[in-house]
């Protein structure tokens, strides 16, 4: 096999040949699935006349093939593994093609498969090819008609994009349905489901009137886990109605629950797939994190039916424009609907440490990439979440009343048409009159800039001299890096006062919370009428996805967790303070130095225990150490040995030292009441459940006594999972045994809590974890084809149990790479993403990056899927 090829962004042309009706009919069969389709093609008109027809093809066998009803001679055409040539075409004209499938043999869950019993479709980015023969590429728009026959029994229910416009019997069992989408798509955003499927319905009234009809399709057993999707459906148009004045288009929406999925779901026009863990939730199955994820998802995908559909991309290269758009779009209706602080800083502390480390390591890439080798690699946190901070520094920049006008430009100016990341930007330039380019450096650029700031004060003029100089550090095939332009959000707190002083900047005053725009590689800001000392308070809110480092002292940090207006820097002052201290512990161990522990932190953690928050959701992320991960994420070179013994060091520590006070929380914070997925429940439950972890980290008797009657008392799966997991990860396994059989036994029939039962066992800190993955994975409830079983079981111990995969002896990257070889031949993206945590090799000591580069060349070594091998070759380039 030769090396996959890289696709150029430089390369990009418009389609020879467009579509502008699609015609479709599926004849159902495990085995041997008929399709027909009938395209109505013209010539493109920016293209010259006479060119040949490419059409994209994978694993299809061509069974009949005509233009204008002329059946087509052997060399009027051409196949290859991965497409379809006619030679030559008339300048419209209709093309038929009959080909054969074969869903029950496809593991890659890319095109059209099976999933249990039911058939079902993944086409986003390129799996429309395994359904027929067709320019598969976003910038081809066309109306589909869509009739998909099937058993009736096995399969009632039939869907497609659209609306039903025919249905009826067919001899030998059979019966068919007819859809119709009037909206123009790209072949990715098609979907097809059928099968045994039970509906929950409802309606929703637009803001013009329109009737909605609102399809919420599951399996049986399913149907009283889809409230909490629905109530958020319907929380989401309304959101994005009043928003951004968006309102639904068609007749119906439908959502199908899918147990064998890549992802977390996709935004089929009318039609949205999801992997049944983002739609299903129940008190007793799914914890405040999941019904949280839930709603966040369900969003995504409606909020795409603008922001991705109406208008949508012009190649795989502007993937962002439709994700980073949308995540921001999903981000603040999450913000809006729950506590926006606490979104705020659970995005960017997942950001920092899961996106920090893919733009420091081999796979790092720009929003807008210039060349790929398999795009399904390219669905990645800097396509989707930097993207979204990017977005999020765009509308900050222009001002929300900008950005909403630039916002309704670019949904009427571009709709029903496929278009770049320069259409979008230059909607909020026209709308705001603003120069954003060099903003635009952003989209091409990858890596974390790293900004150093100082400052001085001046006592006798009254003057704060802030200085920030910025970088950013080569990344694979960009050495050299322009500077890019950064808004940092900022606000000077008065030492004396506690308050945040007047900013008075060149003469002109600014309030007490301004932006400043950094641009140059070093620039100087000199804030007069500074009447006491100042701590500054930077980047608040996380105005730009940067890393900043300032010289503040541990006093400082302890002034700003107390008196910073802004919630999210007083949160990361707390942060910045316990890593301060996490630093010192951590040398220690690698010095075999006696720990001592910083009383500051105790200090500081006291106060917070003892005012009364009004914020419980926000106290309880203050409480929360920064993760192991984390943690890693700020040291030169990972020790993470080191790591977990410094980071539980601090949380016994306090755990011994506030005994008294994390149990009054834990006890003032306990209820009764009936669950709800609700922001102030969440917020006691959270809060309630940080405590105990701090009570339970010295496993004394009061403390497992508690965690034993949280377990028993099984009053939803928050308290339940948390209880568990801090039996499991304990050092008794007397109790943990018994726990987690019992959970095992009782969830047996429910894969999703399955996997949380998976994940639990394999991120335990003790040495027989990695023994217990390889056990577990003989596990009736486990399966290598099941994307959510390699998540909850490899992925979790490979991402999560940092101490147990980087086990000296290698042992845990063997497993890995184990995995990822069988998966490369059985699901491809899935094998690919899986590898991530042994291509981080870099950050480790000698020993453990030789183990690691001798896993990537074992993989390398194997017959790799294009997936697999873009991703070896970078990581050990
Ligand atoms: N567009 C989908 C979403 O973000 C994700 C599709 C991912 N497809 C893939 N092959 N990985 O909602
Ligand atoms: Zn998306």
Known sequence: MSDPKPTYLRDYRPPAYRVTHTELTFDLDPAATRVKARLHLERHPERESGLPLTLDGERLVLKAIAIDGQPLEEDEYALTEDGLTVHRVPERFLLDTEVEIAPEANTALEGLYQSGGMYCTQCEAEGFRRITYYPDRPDVMATFATTVIGDAKREPVLLSNGN??????????????????????????????????????????????????????????????T??????????????????????DLDRFMIVAVNDFNMGAMENKGLNIFNSAAVLTHPHTATDAAFQRVEGIVAHEYFHNWSGNRVTCRDWFQLSLKEGFTVFRDQCFSADTNSAPVKRIEDVSFFRTAQFAEDAGPTAHPIRPDHYIEITNFYTLTIYEKGAEVVRMLRNLVGWEAFRRGSDRYFERFDGQAVTIE????????????????????????????????????????????????????????????????????GLVGTKSGRDL??????????????????????????????????????????????????????????????????????????????????????????????????????????????????????????????????AEQQPLVDVDAIHAARTFVKQSLAMALRDEFLAVF???????????????????SLKNVALSYLMAIEDE?????????????????????????????????????ALRRFGEKWAHDPLVMDQWFS??????????????????????????????????????????????????????????????????????????????????????????????????????????????????????
Not at 464 to 474: D, E, F, N, V
Not at 530 to 549: D, I, M, N, T, Y
């Open 760 to 877: 639990i066992q394999v991120t335990r800190p003790q040495p027989d974890a990695l023994e217990r993955v390889k056990f577990l994975m003989e596990h009736p409830a486990f399966s290598l084809k099941n994307p959510n079983k390699v998540r909850a079981l490899i992925g979790a111990f490979a991402g999560q149990n940092r101490v147990n995969f980087h086990r000296a002896d290698g042992e845990g990257y063997r497993l890995l790479a184990d995995v990822v070889i069988e998966l490369n031949r059985l699901n491809p993206e899935i094998a690919a993403r899986i590898i991530t945590p042994l291509t981080r090799w870099q950050r480790f000591d000698e020993a453990r990056q030789a183990l690691m580069k001798a896993e990537l060349e074992r993989i390398r070594a194997e017959e790799l899927s294009p997936n697999v091998y873009e991703v070896v070759q970078k990581a050990l380039a």
């Open 667 to 685: 006890e003032a914070n306990r209820s009764e009441a009936p669950y709800a997925p609700e922001p102030e429940q969440i917020a006691a439950r």
């Open 164 to 225: 039903p416009v025919e249905r009826g019997e067919l001899p030998g069992g059979r019966h068919f349905v007819t859809w119709e989408d009037p909206h123009p798509k790209p072949c990715y955003l098609f979907a097809l489901v059928a099968g045994d499927l039970e509906k929950v319905e409802d309606r929703f009234t637009t803001m013009s009137g329109r009737e909605v009809t609102l399809q919420i399709w599951v399996e049986a057993e399913n149907l009283g886990k």
């Open 502 to 631: 007047p900013l008075t900047l060149d003469g002109e005053s600014l309030g007490t919370d301004a932006v400043i725009h950094l641009r140059e590689d070093e620039q100087e800001f000199v804030f007069t009428e500074v009447s006491e000392a100042p701590v500054p308070s930077l980047a608040r809110g996380f105005s730009a996805p940067v890393k900043l480092r300032f010289p503040y002292g541990r006093e400082d940090l302890a002034f700003l967790l107390a008196n910073d207006s802004d919630g999210f820097n007083r949160w990361d002052a707390g942060q910045r303070l316990a890593m301060l201290a996490l630093d010192d512990l951590i040398a220690a161990h690698r010095n075999g130095v006696e720990k001592v522990m910083d009383s500051r932190v105790v200090e500081a953690f006291r106060t917070l225990l003892s005012q009364d928050s009004d914020d419980k959701a926000v106290l309880a992320e203050m409480l929360t150490l920064p993760s192991e991960a984390y943690i």
């Open 227 to 248: 409230d909490h999707a629905m109530a958020s459906l319907k929380r989401a148009m309304t959101w994005d109605e009043q928003t951004y004045g968006r309102e639904y």
């Open 702 to 738: 009061e403390g497992i006594e508690l965690v034993q009657r949280q377990f028993a008392a099984d009053h939803n799966m928050t308290d339940v999972r948390h209880a568990l997991t801090l039996l499991v990860h304990s050092s008794r396994d007397d109790l943990a045994e018994p």
């Open 423 to 490: 259409d979008f930007v230059g909607c909020m330039e026209e709308a705001s009159g603003q120069d954003l380019s060099q903003f635009m450096r952003w989209y091409s650029q990858a890596g974390t800039p790293e900004i150093d700031a100082h400052g001085e004060y001046d006592y006798a003029n009254a003057e704060y001299r802030l200085i920030l100089r910025q970088r950013t550090p080569a990344t694979p095939d960009q050495p050299d890096k322009l500077p890019l332009h950064i808004p940092i959000r900022l």
